[in-house]
Nanobody
Framework: QVQLVESGGRLVQPGGSLRLSCEAS????????MGWYRQGIGKQRELVAT???????NYADSVKGRFIISRDNDKNTVYLQMNGLKPEDTSVYYC???????????????WGQGTQVTVSS
């Protein structure tokens, strides 16, 4: 059974930093593309960042230069370092674990329960 447990979300002032963590269990972590997504109130869930099995990173334009995704395969954990936080970063942040078929389509797709990040003075 796949479990993704996020932590680290809290209230932070504009310009501040946070590090989110997501610990995975029930999967062979190193085989998965891991990602962070977010969903604000009344908005659709959107991509924040992903990191592939090989370590390739992909970021939403809105967070490039401010957020850094990383992974520790020994700890089955993916991180999101968030710097220069803005009020518009306020969202529930979700961890995602995904695998793909050799031909490209998604083979498996699992989500955490989310952690709230609020950026406000």
């Amino acid at each position: 059974q796949v479990q993704l447990v996020e932590s680290g979300g809290r209230l932070v002032q504009p310009g501040g930093s946070l590090r989110l963590s997501c610990e995975a269990s029930g999967i062979i972590f190193r085989l998965y593309t891991m990602g962070w997504y977010r969903q604000g109130i009344g908005k659709q869930r959107e991509l924040v960042a992903t990191i592939s099995r090989g370590g390739s990173r992909n970021y939403a334009d809105s967070v490039k230069g401010r957020f850094i995704i990383s992974r520790d395969n020994d700890k089955n954990t993916v991180y999101l370092q968030m710097n220069g936080l803005k009020p518009e970063d306020t969202s529930v942040y979700y961890c995602n674990a995904r695998t793909y078929l050799p031909t490209g389509p998604i083979a498996s797709d699992d989500w955490g329960q989310g952690t709230q990040v609020t950026v406000s003075s």
